[in-house]
């Protein structure tokens, strides 16, 4: 067997929130095994059967501690042992490998505080002598059951791997939604960011446990009980993401800059998180390449949530892709992140050019050639393109029939330039495009 003993950091946060970091962390752990249990102060799972999966205990073992951090499970000690009890024994005096070295030597060395079972006994063994668990094995087994109660001898049989261990296997529910009374009233909204984080931690657990993501959530808050009537009962705040994720750091972000922007109608006494609707998160694979430290670790997607954010949906724009012959018309620009779905791009037999003139700009014209910085040779051409009279939106001048051509300039390169055909007011050639 080969069991993982996790120990939360031990943070003076009260009761409730102490509870709330062990239940992330349960559930957490459940994305690499179905073999997860709460004991005590610890998370411990099981993953003999899952090691082949990860590439061995090693790849495994520094797996968890690196996404940990970035889960926001803020993991005090990890140990590893043949047992539960052992493994938790280990985590408990800072032992992390108790695989390496036999582990009944490991085990012989540790002090009697390391095993719940002892703990209860510690100042009766301590008169008799005891200080280690070795001392404690020493001891006749049929006096130390019938001194302290069979219990603790199963427990050191446990501990020592000599003797089964039943766990109750946990699972995490089918629908996520938390609260957490805060213990004091909070008047600022920023202040809130602190408590929310310990419910986003549980709920990018969950998410990692069913292997799924979401890209809406509701922060939910309950006024004080001597809120003035007009404040009402309570509020929320909905978060939206342009991507389907479980990123603790990238929805951490994300609220703080919309609790920055908020302000509290009445000091608030308690905090709820609901997920939106649950969707499958397709797993990256790692890369094998290292990144460079110049690099960012904000992915762009989420670079531009902020943006918008803090600059206004208006001020962060996408080009979205229409059905439409004319090359004016057939990309405009929304507020960032536009609509999902985008209709098919039509692959053209002809070169387009990278950038557009908005309006184009009319050429001179000498003995019927275009002139550009001189004379401009025609290269590829004509493509005809023709539309604009199915646009009841449009006046009839948008009824457009031009001929495009690849032209090269001495000076200014290769430019995509049309002739005007239809329009009686505004005939001759125009330049349209630049090839970068």
Known sequence: MHWLACLPSPIDDGQALAKLRLQALSW???????????????????????????GGAAALHQRVLQQADAAGMDLHVTAWAPSSLGALALARCGIEDGMSTPLELLLNALPLHSLSAAQEHRAMLARLGCRSLGDLRRLPRAGLGRRFGKGLVQALDQAYGQAPEVHQWLQAPDVFEAKLELPFRVEQSIALLHYARHLLAQLCAWLAARHAGIQQLELHWLHDSMRSREAGSGAHLTLHTANRTRDFGHLSRLLAEHLAQLTLAAPVGEISLKAGQILPLEELPLSLLPQSPDQANEALPQLLERLALRLGSDKVRVGQLQEDHRPECMQVWQAWPGTTAAPPARRSDYPQPS??????????VRQDQPQYRGKLQLLAGPQRIEGGWWDPAESSNQHLQRDYFVALSAQAGFLWIYQQRLDRDKPGWFLHGIFA
């Open 355 to 364: 950038w557009l003139l908005d309006p184009p700009l009319r050429l001179l």
């Open 28 to 54: 957490w752990a459940l994305q690499f095994t179905p073999r997860v249990a709460r004991l005590e102060d610890a998370v411990l799972f099981e993953v003999q059967s899952c090691l082949r999966l990860f």
